[in-house]
């Protein structure tokens, strides 16, 4: 009879330590406003629909939403979507959709797991156009698919990070880096924009701009120092581990009588066998509105820094 009752404990045991675990979520210290689920199709908001459900779940329609440290459950492919040591990610597959027409402000950490944001502006080039994410200083946006329309992509107001942050079709802009302090840095790590039919970074601000880790197909220019803003501004970009694909314009385009800079290596170049693409543009920016004037192309060891063995073309 013991035996028998150690067995029957035993197989339990056994039974019990096999049963799936249902993970849980949290906060990450922010906070999360829950919106009321509501039937489909009723007034404008946020729409947002995951692989892990098939209820739709709608906010209440508002101006702009803001979020704070927010972490929903990340798939398995975010975790390896980012590479900081050489290899670039494939482009990821959408979780889910989320639409909203209005703006969302971001403030600590917002992780959309890969899910597909869209619905602002119109997803042409019309100037103005509101942003999908307006990030504040110090926050970070991660995990991110930026459908279409997103209008003007993504508003830095000061130090930010993007981080696997990958544009299927750009509108207006990606991203713009905005703010008013030298000492602030937009970091974009890994991720990557297609169709960008102008700009993919625009760097409004002062302070420095980091691309790296990051691929981009199809585009104007991936990086512009704005040329003619009110307020104009002495700026850097640094652009490491980055790979082209053709058709492409720019890598980058500066203003070297503001003092601008450009830093670029680790550039893979793919399908440009004619080198039409071009590395390093500089320009005589202006305060007044009018179009800049290019001054020349290529490295000089001033401006545009780089040298033969920064670029690999194949």
């Known amino acids: 009879m013991a035996l028998a009752a150690l067995a029957v404990l035993g197989g339990a ?3 019990t330590g096999c049963q799936p675990v249902t993970p849980t979520t949290g906060t990450g210290g922010g906070t999360v406003v829950a919106p009321p689920t509501g039937p489909s199709g009723t007034s404008p908001g946020t729409t947002a629909t995951t692989s892990a459900s098939s209820t739709p779940v709608r906010t209440t329609p508002a ?3 803001t979020v704070g440290t927010t972490r929903p459950p990340a798939p398995a492919a975010s975790a390896a979507a980012t590479s900081t040591t050489g290899a670039l990610a494939a482009w990821p597959k959408a979780t889910g959709e989320v639409s909203s027409s209005t703006t969302t402000k971001v403030s600590g950490t917002f992780d959309g797991g890969l899910r597909r944001y869209r619905g602002v ?4 080039q019309g100037e103005s ?3 999908m994410f307006e990030v504040a200083n110090g926050g970070t ?3 991110v698919i930026i459908g279409t329309p997103a209008g003007d992509g993504i508003h830095c107001l000061g130090t930010c990070t993007l981080r696997n942050v990958w544009w299927e079709d750009v509108g207006e802009d990606a991203a713009t880096f905005k703010g008013t302090s030298a000492a602030q840095t937009m970091t974009i790590d890994g991720g990557g924009a297609r169709h960008a039919a102008d700009k993919v970074f625009q760097h409004n601000g002062p302070g420095t701009m980091v691309i790296r880790n990051f691929q981009v197909e199809d585009f104007g220019k991936l990086y512009r120092s704005c040329g003619n803003c009110k307020a104009q501004y002495q700026r850097a970009v640094v652009i490491q581990n ?3 694909t053709a058709p492409g314009k720019t890598l980058a385009g500066i203003n070297s009588n503001y003092g601008d800079t450009a830093t670029l290596s680790g550039i893979t170049i793919v399908g440009d066998t004619k080198k039409k693409i071009s590395i390093c543009d500089r320009y005589e920016g ?8 290019k001054l020349g192309t290529g490295a000089d060891g001033t401006y545009c820094r ?3 063995s920064d670029l690999t073309y194949r």
């Open 13 to 15: 045991a056994l039974l």
């Open 63 to 65: 101006a702009t939403t």
């Open 121 to 124: 502006g119109d997803g042409g």
């Open 129 to 131: 156009q509101p942003a």
């Open 141 to 143: 946006v991660q995990n």
């Open 242 to 244: 980055v790979t082209v």
């Open 286 to 293: 202006n305060d007044v509105g009018d179009e800049p004037v």
């Open 306 to 308: 780089y040298s033969p």
